[in-house]
């Protein structure tokens, strides 16, 4: 439907589960990455093109892109509130294109790590804005499954990407690595190109002005197109008192984010996205061919083949924390999470510590930690890390995308997530140093810390996460209002609900511009003319 504003395919619009879906490309973009690296570890083609990098070089590498992404992630809190979110989103789509294009061409270390920041300004972006555009463009009864579809798109990226990387290792010469890197494109292409069609956020066209848009979409999205459908009256009002209850309070500005209760959720946004690193899923994903070197599994055959299985259990279990994630709500899977993500890694550890030693490989070089014919306790470090990933898969991944993304009002919402999403890439890009010389220096100690960071986490939902499920985002403003910040259990999962009618009593109550009628006004005033 064309408009003032934007121009988008209104029966595409009028699914929740296609619209809520397809930006999740933009999540893809950063499993892509993620196996497009790990694949290659091992790849003796790759390793003389770039002069066999030690642990600390390859850290650098990969820390590249998450280095890339964190000012990505930092530059959507002026770009969803000035260029939009789903141009945004088009706009992460073409650099990521110019990223792949360098990486591929890459002859050098240099050559290669440019590419990588560019393709991370692409994934800090699409990171951030993704989850704001899914949020505020999904109903709530279904807004946690579909901002959790953003981690489900991060593990098919994974586990696609892999697959390329693996059937290209039989390839002799550099295009054993190089034809992963070019292929990576095609989903950043479809992402751009399929934006075109699919509508602007009705929150960000209501706040700059463009109401009779956003009523229109809001009804193409929840109503088949009725202006007058319940849920776009009730969605439409409590937009529209949010939006006129901030302009009274002035223009927007990053001191907004330190006004009123906003400290408190920007606080936890940001912890949820670093606890998310800091559980240990990076080194499970990035890192795992060294993980299973470690546990003494020999043949590059053999790795790559153990770890497309740890990709592929971290797609298939996300898929019900998907489906229930808004049946089970945050706060339990945050909670069951954090503990058995924590228990598997002190079992790695422990394991680890008590059969392995250090040695030198048969290849030569630096001397690593390795469990050396001992088959059982091999298999059981990879059985551990298979349930750690999908322990994660389960309940971390998607809620560390989804909680994030609801915790604001609208006014600070494109700031807070993309600091939120910072966060992530901060600590990403750190672990990405650390992990190798990690594995070469403390070895199964760094289970051991991985593991103390996952009990940390419990501590911290349990007394500061309140529960978040079901509300719209207008509602979460209600939770926060009732305190208990260290107390967040007592906040029930009924507080900010409200009916239709008391949202339209509210509305009243609150000026407004001249002309700014409601869809019931707007009848109303129809038929009497």
């Known amino acids: 439907m064309p408009g003032q504003f934007t121009t988008y395919n209104a029966k595409i619009a009028s699914n929740p589960y296609i619209v809520g879906s397809f930006a999740c490309i933009g999540g893809g973009l950063f499993g892509l990455d993620i196996s497009s690296m790990s694949g290659v570890l091992n790849n003796e083609s790759y390793l003389k093109t770039f002069n066999f990098p030690n642990p600390s070089a390859q850290g650098a590498i990969v820390a590249a892109m998450p280095a890339g992404s964190l000012v990505g992630a930092l ?43 560019i393709s991370g300004l692409s994934v800090g972006l699409s990171s951030a804005v993704v989850p704001i555009y899914q949020s505020e463009i999904t109903a709530p009864a279904i807004r946690g499954r579909m901002v959790s579809l953003q981690q489900w798109s991060i593990t098919w990226g994974i586990l696609l ?129 060294y993980v299973f070197q470690g546990a003494g599994l020999t043949g590059r055959r053999s790795n790559l083949i153990a770890d ?114 910072a966060s992530n890439w901060a600590f990403n890009t750190a672990l990405a140093f650390a992990v190798p010389p990690g594995l070469n220096t403390i070895a199964w100690k760094t289970y051991f810390i991985f593991g103390t960071f996952n009990f940390a986490a419990f501590l911290h939902v349990f007394f500061m996460f309140p529960e978040t499920v079901g509300r719209s985002l207008e509602e979460v403003e209600d939770i926060f209002k009732q305190g208990h910040t260290f107390t967040a259990w007592k906040i029930g999962k009924h507080v900010g609900k409200k009916t239709l009618a008391e949202v339209v009593e509210k509305s009243k109550e609150i000026p407004r511009p001249k002309g700014a009628e409601s869809p019931q006004e707007k009848h109303s005033t129809e038929h009497s003319t």
């Open 75 to 117: 530059a959507v809190t002026q770009l969803a509130d000035k260029l939009g979110r789903k141009k945004t989103i088009i706009l992460a789509g073409m650099i990521w294109v110019v990223g792949s294009i360098l990486q591929c061409a890459s002859v050098n270390r240099g050559m290669l790590v440019v590419g990588r920041i």
């Open 161 to 289: 990407q892999y697959f390329v990387t693996f059937g290209c290792s039989y390839i002799n010469g550099v295009a054993s690595f190089r034809i992963p890197w070019g292929l990576q494109m095609i989903p950043a292409i479809i992402l751009s190109i399929g934006m075109l069609v699919f509508p602007e956020s009705p929150r960000y066209l209501f706040d700059h002005g463009h109401e009779e848009e956003a009523l229109q979409i809001l009804a193409d999205l929840h109503g088949d197109g009725d202006t007058r459908n319940e849920l776009v009256v009730l969605e439409f009002e409590e937009i529209k008192q949010q939006v006129y209850f901030e302009r009274t309070e002035g223009a927007k500005s990053y001191l907004d984010l330190l006004k009123g209760g906003n400290p408190r959720r920007v606080m936890l946004g940001m912890s949820l996205q670093m606890w998310s690193q800091l559980c240990g899923m990076n080194i499970m994903m990035y890192y795992i061919v």
């Open 308 to 421: 497309s299985v740890q990709y592929v259990l971290n797609v298939a279990f996300t898929v019900p924390a998907i489906i229930y994630i808004d049946k089970w709500g945050r706060r339990p899977m945050l909670l069951v999470g954090t503990l058995l993500m924590g228990f598997w890694m002190f079992l790695v550890g422990g394991i680890q510590a008590r059969f392995g030693h250090w040695s030198v490989p048969s290849g030569g070089g630096d001397s690593v930690w390795v469990i050396l014919d001992n088959q059982a306790a091999t298999r059981a470090v990879i059985v551990c890390s298979y349930l750690f990933v999908c322990s994660f898969a389960i309940t971390m991944g998607p809620v560390s995308w989804t909680y994030p993304a609801e915790l604001y009002s609208l006014k600070v919402r494109g700031k807070a997530v993309a600091l939120a999403t």
